[in-house]
Each structure stands twice: as C-alpha cells, then as structure tokens.
C-alpha cells in the first residue's frame, strides 16, 4: 500500500506553480510565434494559458490537503500540499487504457474512431461524476451535509472516500445511451464494444484501490501466502482497531449501540489481555485519528498519544487506556480482494474482447458483462469487509446491484436474442 505517492508542497502553491507555468507558456508562445505567427499565439494558447492559470490559482488550493502539523500534533491542521495519490494514478492510466481499447475495437471494426473519442470523453465525465455521487450517497452520514453547498463540497472534496464502482458503470452507461441516440448510432453494438474497455478500466483502477487501502477483504489465515497486511493508518487496521481484534478481543459487534463491542474471547498476551478486559465486557469504539497514526508510522512526528477505551460498569479503579506504542505497525491478515477483483476483470476483458467476434446479436457482449462481472462482484462482496449489509439485510448495496445486474443481463439476452437485426460490429 502506497496511499500517496509524492507531494508538491504547501509552499509551492499556487504562485510559485503559477510563475513556473508562466514560464513555460511564454516559451511556448515564442516557439508558436516565429513557426506560425501570432494569430496562432491568441487562437491556440492563450485560451489555455487563462484556463490553467485560473485553476492553479483557484483550484489547486482547494484541492490541497490538510494533514497533522508536527509542531502541534494535537492541535489544529495544516495544509500539506496537493497529494499525488496512488490511487488516482491508476485510475487515469485505466480511464487511458479503456479509451485505447475502444479505439483500436473501433479502427478493426471499421468505425468512426472520432465518434468513440468523443463518446469516450463523455463516458468518463458522466462516470466519474456518478461514481462519486453513489460514494457520497452510500456514506452520507460521514459528510455532515447540511445544506446544497455541503453537497457540492462533499462531491468535490476527493480527499474524503473515493469512487463506487456501480455508480461509474450506470453512469457510464446512460451517458452512452443519450450520446448514441443523439448521435443517431447503433446502441447494442456500441455497448458491446465498451464493454471489455470496461473491465480493462477496472482491472487497472483496482490496483489503485491495493494502494489506497480500500475496498479490502476479511481477516484470512495468518498462514495464507496470499493475505496481505496493511500499514498503520490504513481502512483496514483501522477497522480492525475500532473494533478490537487488532487488540485481541474478539466478539459480537452491533454498530447501532454505544458500547458495541461484546467481548466473547480475548487471546492470551495480547494487548487488550494486558490490559485487563475480560469475556462479557461491553466495550466502546476505538477512535485513534488515522492521520496522527500514519504520521506516527512515517516518523513525521515522534511521542505517545493515548486515548480512553470506555467499557460499560467502568470504575476509576479498572479505566482502559490504549497508548500508540502499544498498537502493532501492520494489520492482521486480509484478504487481498483488490488483487481478486483485478485478476477477474482481467479474465473478463480478455473474454469479451473475444466474445465480439463471435457475437450472434447485438448487445451479447453486453449482456455477458452484465451477467459473468455481476457473478464475481457477488462472491468478491462476500469475502469484503469494508460494507455492511444494507437496509437491515445480510447482503451489501452491490451485492444487490449485482443481483440486479444478473437478471437484467439474462432478460436482455433473451429479449436480444430474438431480434432478427444482424450482428454489426461498430457504430457507422
């Protein structure tokens, strides 16, 4: 896991990014100038001079993160700077890889190349946007949104959560339809030829949730050569530390109470057993910042922080309290579900970029997404640890997605199916 990749300091924005891209755009319009004249510099430049000044100087400071100042740890945030994620890396090299699968389908097929760019470009603003709604939508309670602008802050604020995968592929997909019947192309084969760009996108985009720490999996063997273990700070030590079993206690959880964790066993030497918590003890959530543990794990700031572990019928003369030198550096075990979710998205792409040729309708490529990428995603989701069940039932959002996703593939398929249209392979 490499959360974030490089930083480009707090002092660097934005006038001295500003200045250095001054810079370079006057070059620019030198060399424009003596090889074209200078009705080039104002009809190919200068729009894009403004436009990307406008954002350094108004975008990137909003952008910019806030993290623990090192002088004061317990004290109020500083900006850091602008953080070049892991996870947003991949996520643009899967969005480029996805475009140039479509466009190489469509040159074979005889397509409009320059159609599919443009329906790409659109795919991936409706997507993205989607995603991010779908994420805001599932994780409301987290936002503290008050009002519309909370709303838009809460949809542009990425350094909060991230992408839900169902949201860009409906996104995606109604962006695709409008643009195909404006256009006054063909749907289904349309469809069918975004389809292995699709998984191609999240084949390459899961890496970068490996990297974030997200979307990952539940406590594995600790002698299975595949489970992975996450720094300190990351979403799965910290939910093994919220609730207990990164300490050795193990029990019912029940989110909704206040003292959610039923201890039923505690192992032997660890952490919550030298502390003196018993079976039968109701115990409170662990609420560490994941910011000063990762700055801890970093050595960005140095010292021991301790935090009140409350438990029910507590006594001054029994308090729990849990210092940082008492946490481990690395989760326990998961599953590395992200690596899962690669591999199968890999295995979908190369099947449906062969399905195509051997399509015998229109829109079966499709119909196969939606039906063998809503398979994996249902048993993925059932070895995940990041989601409960939703609206009181044991099966998560994309686990009902999925479902959803199965019927529909196997109900257009018939309905498909017995269209008499022949199979065209590209969108004229």
Known sequence: MNQTLMWIPHALIPWTLLWGWLVVAAISGGVLVWRRGWRALTTELALTAVVVSAIIIWVLPFLETLDINPADPLGPMVPRGLAIRGYGVFLAVGILSAIGLVVARARRSGGSAESILSLCFWIVVGGLLSARLFYVLQKWNEFSIRNPLDFLHALADMTRGGLVVYGSFLGAVVVAIVFVKRRGLALWPTLDMLAP????????????????????????????????????????????????????????W??????????????????????????????ARLHFNELLLQSLSDGRIKGEFVLPWPRERATPANPLAIATS???????????????????????????????????????????????????????????????????????????????????????????????????????
Request: charged share 20%; with cysteine; glycine share 12%.
């Open 326 to 428: 008492d946490l481990p550096a690395w989760s326990m075990k998961v599953h590395p579900t992200q690596i899962y979710a690669s591999l199968t998205a890999l295995l979908l792409t190369l099947l449906l970029w062969t399905a195509y040729d051997h399509r015998r309708f229109p829109g079966q490529v499709f119909c196969m997404l939606l039906i063998l990428y809503g398979v994996g995603r249902y048993l993925e989701e059932s070895i995940r640890d990041d989601e409960a069940g939703w609206m009181g039932s044991p099966f998560t959002i994309s686990q009902w997605l999925s479902m959803a996703g199965i019927v529909a593939g196997f109900a257009l398929w018939i309905v498909l199916s017995r269209s008499t249209k022949k199979v065209s392979n590209a969108p004229k």
């Open 197 to 252: 760009a699709m998984t191609l996108g999240l084949c390459i985009g899961r890496i970068g949730c490996l990297m974030n720490g997200c979307c990952f999996g539940g406590l594995c063997d600790p002698e299975f050569i595949a489970g992975v273990r996450f720094p300190m700070g990351s979403p799965p030590y910290m939910r093994q530390l919220e609730r207990g079993e990164l300490l050795g206690v193990h029990g019912e």
């Open 254 to 283: 029940r989110p909704e109470d206040r003292y959610p964790l039923r201890a039923e066993q505690v192992d032997p030497g660890s952490v919550a057993y030298r502390l003196g918590v018993q079976p039968g003890d109701h115990l």
